[in-house]
């Protein structure tokens, strides 16, 4: 009797203790689907819902969630994906999702998130996103919630709540369901540092310079498919990172072209005018090349200084240039870029297109250092504007300081990995929020246009 009593106060204690999860958390993130029982081949819609619980409007900075399923039992229909669409001007996909895997194939969770320059402001409870899952095998399978996390438009880590929700895959008929099961985990929550835009790419020497795999779909994939809600407005853009741009360019003193005498003929055999580049350099190669196709210039006729960090005002530059110096504007919207600087044409193409973000509304800072993994969010940007797929999955876990990458960043830096443009430096260091140099960045440039 007393084991029994024991094993009813336990049982009891735990029930409190989720109700009061439930009760404490600042969000609810629900999953719910369409069918509890499914055939084989048959298709079950999954609906991801978010609550605020205390019933007060959503204001949200940045948002992830990762929906994991098991790929024994399940695929994921890339093309399902309706997503919730803002009503503001054009409508446009609130959040982003994609497909992944965090141990290579197959494919086993589905990656959303949302961030913003400006916070979205949406009600107490909206559906961020559904789509089909397609049944594999016989069985009994949960779908969980994996780091879930949410900003506010205060900068505040909200605490939050998921669900797991239960699907047999059987021989008998598909039921129409309402409610998921739901056992209560709670995410842990974490801090968030809002850095700037893209990433900076690491190469070293030989062996570290390239380091290839497969990634899921980094920021800037983005989910397909038109949402049929359209409750919510935002006022802000919305962005693959909650992050500032990134710029590049080449010249300390502002100039916008090239160094007299530093850039070769396109096609042409280069004469290498930088004393301080030589054949036996890891980065020789790259700097011939986006040297010799007016991409990269000198700090000097005779001087690259391959090891000077690059800024953001000259990674948006050297992106720039790559596409040929299109005609823009030099009127930026961010008060500290100087219609006078050498970047000012840069920055606002790169804006304009999506490509890089403020700060703020008004602060780029140009000046700032650019981190390798502010440049893996920039240039899956570019690849983007490029009209090229983002599929590319690399494997985070061979780095020993994977866990250093800012969570608005994993996807970005995923894909540059398994795109072959960003690489370790050596004894399965990525250092991802490290400083970018200038020889690193010819390297990340040129492969990714000869890859």
């Known amino acids: ?66 929906i994991v399923f098991d790929p024994e039992y399940f695929t994921v229909d890339e093309t399902s994906y309706e997503i919730l669409q803002s009503t503001d001007g054009v409508p446009y996909d609130l959040f982003d999702a994609k497909a992944m895997s965090f141990g290579g194939d197959p494919t086993d969770r589905v990656y959303v998130s949302h961030a913003s320059v400006n916070p979205v402001y949406l009600p107490s409870q909206i559906d961020v996103i559904s789509f089909e899952l397609t049944a594999l095998n016989e069985g009994t399978s949960t779908l969980t919630h994996d780091t879930i996390e949410v900003v506010g438009d205060d900068m505040r880590v909200y605490s939050t709540v998921g669900n797991d929700l239960t699907i047999t895959v059987g021989d008998g008929d598909t039921q129409s369901t309402t409610e998921p099961t739901t056992e209560t985990t709670t995410s842990a929550t974490t801090e968030v540092t809002t850095t700037a835009d893209g990433t900076t790419e690491t190469t070293t020497e030989a062996a570290t310079e390239t380091t290839t795999t497969a990634r899921p779909g980094g920021g800037g994939g983005g989910g397909g498919g038109s949402n049929t809600n359209t409750t919510g407005s ?107 600087a050498y970047y000012a044409q840069a920055v606002v193409w790169a804006e304009e297109n999506n490509i890089v973000y403020g700060f703020s509304d008004t602060v780029f800072a140009p000046e700032q250092n650019i981190t390798r993994e502010q440049i893996a969010a920039i240039m899956e940007r570019y690849a983007d504007y490029k009209g090229q797929t983002t599929d590319e999955a690399g494997d985070l876990t061979q780095f020993a300081d994977s866990d250093e990458i800012s969570w608005w960043a994993v996807e970005n830096v995923r894909w540059a990995v398994g795109r072959g443009i960003i690489s370790g430096k050596g004894n399965n260091i990525l250092d991802p929020l490290g400083n970018a140099t200038r020889a690193e960045i010819a390297s990340i440039i040129m492969r990714f246009i000869e890859g």
């Open 1 to 66: 009797m007393k084991k029994l009593m024991c094993f009813i106060l336990l049982l009891s204690s735990i029930i409190c203790m989720a109700v009061l999860a439930y009760a404490s958390a600042d969000y609810t993130f629900d999953l719910s689907a369409d069918k509890q029982t499914v055939k084989v081949g048959d298709t079950v819609r999954v609906t991801l819902t978010v609550s605020r619980n205390d019933g007060q409007q959503i204001d949200l900075y940045a948002m992830q969630d990762y």
């Open 234 to 340: 935002t006022s802000g853009s919305s962005s693959s990172a909650a992050n500032p741009g990134t710029s590049g360019n080449d010249t300390a003193e502002g100039t916008a072209g090239d160094t007299p005498g530093s850039t070769g003929e396109q096609g042409g055999s280069w004469q290498n005018p930088f004393t301080d580049v030589n054949e036996n350099d890891w980065f020789f190669d790259a700097v011939q090349y986006t040297n010799e196709n007016g991409i990269f210039s000198g700090i000097t006729s005779s001087n690259f200084e391959p090891n000077t960090p690059v800024t953001r005002a000259m990674m948006v530059a050297v992106l720039y240039r790559a596409e040929g110096s299109p005609t823009a504007d030099t009127n930026s919207k961010f008060a500290d870029v100087s219609p006078e």
